[in-house]
T-cell receptor, first 112, second 111 residues
Framework: AAGVIQSPRHLIKEKRETATLKCYPIPRHDTVYWYQQGPGQDPQFLISFYEKMQSDKGSIPDRFSAQQFSDYHSELNMSSLELGDSALYFCASSFDRGGGYTFGSGTRLTVV | GENVEQHPSTLSVQEGDSAVIKCTYS??????FPWYKQELGKRPQLIID?????GEKKDQRIAVTLNKTAKHFSLHITETQPEDSAVYFCAASNGREKLTFGTGTRLTIIP
């Protein structure tokens, strides 16, 4: 069965650079969630989209932005990267926000 | 917003024994409670979930119980095996919004 696809799997950036993470949800899933997980931490909610509109916002820095496109894939744009942005970034999708979240394999971002 | 507390943060049990992890939540509107297993550097994997209209759910060696009145839910793993070693997260949601995670329990199964 198709899963949530994230790209890239690994990304190394320098401080002050920008990064774009992509997420392709399970077909027919209309809701996408982004989470950030630091080492030894629980996943922290960043932002979510339902039917291409932002539906909820968590602890997402102003340097980050995201959107969901007409094909339901989502992109997380991160600018002015800081060392503290190094983390695993997970995307999850669900249908009609009804639970049953499925996580992607994540993108490991390392800022040097 | 929702706040989920999880205990213990670390747990070691002998192979074959049972493990219990407990979580409490604060938002009475939460009605969906999944449990995830996460291995180092991997995605959280859903192992079992429960909705607020039931009090208990079981899937082979794994069970979850929910007490809505007390706002707590627990994960029970019986006959533990070395491959059960991982970090386990509980989470809560009102079924229409984000998951709020607990802080995780590192479970170690001692052979």
């Amino acid at each position: 069965a198709a899963g949530v696809i994230q790209s890239p799997r690994h990304l190394i950036k320098e401080k002050r650079e920008t990064a774009t993470l992509k997420c392709y949800p399970i077909p027919r899933h209309d809701t996408v969630y982004w989470y950030q997980q630091g080492p030894g931490q629980d996943p922290q909610f960043l932002i979510s989209f339902y039917e291409k509109m932002q539906s909820d916002k968590g602890s997402i820095p102003d340097r980050f932005s995201a959107q969901q496109f007409s094909d339901y894939h989502s992109e997380l744009n991160m600018s002015s990267l800081e060392l503290g942005d190094s983390a695993l970034y997970f995307c999850a999708s669900s249908f009609d926000r009804g639970g049953g979240y499925t996580f992607g394999s994540g993108t490991r971002l390392t800022v040097v | 917003g929702e706040n989920v507390e999880q205990h213990p943060s670390t747990l070691s049990v002998q192979e074959g024994d049972s493990a219990v992890i407990k979580c409490t939540y604060s938002d009475s509107a939460s009605n969906y409670f999944p449990w995830y297993k996460q291995e180092l550097g991997k995605r959280p994997q859903l192992i079992i979930d429960i909705r607020s209209n039931v009090g208990e759910k079981k899937d082979q060696r794994i069970a979850v119980t929910l007490n809505k009145t007390a706002k707590h839910f627990s994960l029970h793993i019986t006959e533990t095996q070395p491959e059960d070693s991982a970090v386990y997260f509980c989470a809560a949601s009102n079924g229409r919004e984000k998951l709020t995670f607990g802080t995780g329990t590192r479970l170690t199964i001692i052979p």
